[in-house]
């Protein structure tokens, strides 16, 4: 995977501008939805749709590995709502 980094500056609207070679990288177009994730020190600026793919089975097997175990797992957690 090939990293770029450029220098932006934040507006005082809070705005930045995606260089243009970056943009036609990750073929943003004007309209497209963009994620930021951020975290303690940094942010990474992702297309949505893939950032949709990247959680995509983020939790299997966390609550069961077959389906009967998930329906288990979710009967159980509705006696407890039903107290």
Known sequence: M???YRPVRVSTKGQIVIPLAIRRRLGIKPGDQLVIVGGEHEAVLMKAKRYAESLR????GVYGRTREEVDAYVRGERRTWEK
Not at 57 to 60: D, F, P, T, Y
């Open 2 to 4: 090939v990293r770029t």
């Open 57 to 60: 089975g983020i939790a299997r």
